[in-house]
């Protein structure tokens, strides 16, 4: 059973406009969540987090929005920018406990 | 600013053999953990360790497979008689967990080791 799901494979957007990223989660003793960007051939890339405690975090252009009731979160990228196209990696943890789950990730692509 | 280095880069090894993996953390972190990587699914947790000692191993891990950080700092992952299904990417993390609660442990990934076993 796959503990984080992100059911986009893809999502396609033009420069300048938002990229939503889903990722819904099921074990409830998640409290921390993560996102990553991964270029090919490299490894994943820590962008941004959020703790259960929190709704919403923000560092420029990448917020995070967390739904606890829904076990869902999601990444608003404002303005998406054609560097932004790469695979993005939802993460979820319990607090201090180490291992992190991934989702299968979300191609982004950022058109000009 | 030093990141999560890894060594090789790439192995081409034939089935059966045995091969080795490095992983150098980040210099102050206490935490480095081990990932597996397959073609369309993001990574999957192997083991982690907490300074020298070995936390957690995760079913994933057969007995083929051997992980060590003797001095808490680099690590090494040994596969023996590997087979075809080993192929992927193996990737390696690493993360400061500090004493006080507050803290959650950000895991800092290295650009890991692509397998491929012929």
């Known amino acids: 059973d796959q503990q984080v799901k992100q059911n986009s494979p893809s999502l396609s957007v033009q420069e300048g406009r938002i990229s939503i990223l889903n990722c819904d989660y099921t074990?409830?003793?998640?409290?921390?969540f993560l996102w990553y960007k991964k270029y090919p051939a490299e490894g994943p890339t820590f962008l941004i987090s959020i703790s259960s405690i929190k709704d919403k975090n923000e560092d420029g252009r990448f917020t995070v929005f967390l739904n606890k009731s829904a076990k869902h979160l999601s990444l608003h990228i404002v303005p998406s920018q054609p560097g932004d196209s790469a695979v993005y990696f939802c993460a979820a943890s319990r607090h201090r406990a180490g291992k992190s789950t991934f989702g299968d990730g979300t191609t982004l692509t950022v058109k000009p | 600013d030093t990141g999560v280095s890894q060594d090789p880069r790439h192995k081409i090894t034939k089935r059966g053999q045995n091969v080795t993996f490095r992983c150098d953390p980040i210099?102050?972190?206490?935490?480095l953990y081990w990932y597996r990587q397959t073609l369309g699914q993001g990574p999957e947790f192997l083991t982690y360790f907490q300074n020298e000692a070995q936390l957690e191993k995760s079913r994933l891990l057969s007995d083929r497979f051997s992980a060590e950080r003797p001095k808490g700092s680099f690590s090494t992952l040994e596969i023996q008689r590997t087979e075809q299904g080993d192929s992927a990417m193996y990737l390696c993390?690493?993360?400061?967990?500090?004493?006080?609660?507050?803290?959650?442990?950000?895991?800092?990934f290295g650009p890991g080791t692509r397998l491929t076993v012929l």
């Open positions: 074990n409830s003793m998640f409290d921390y």
């Open positions: 993390a690493s993360s400061l967990l500090a004493g006080y609660s507050g803290n959650t442990d950000t895991q800092y």
């Open positions: 210099s102050e972190h206490n935490r």
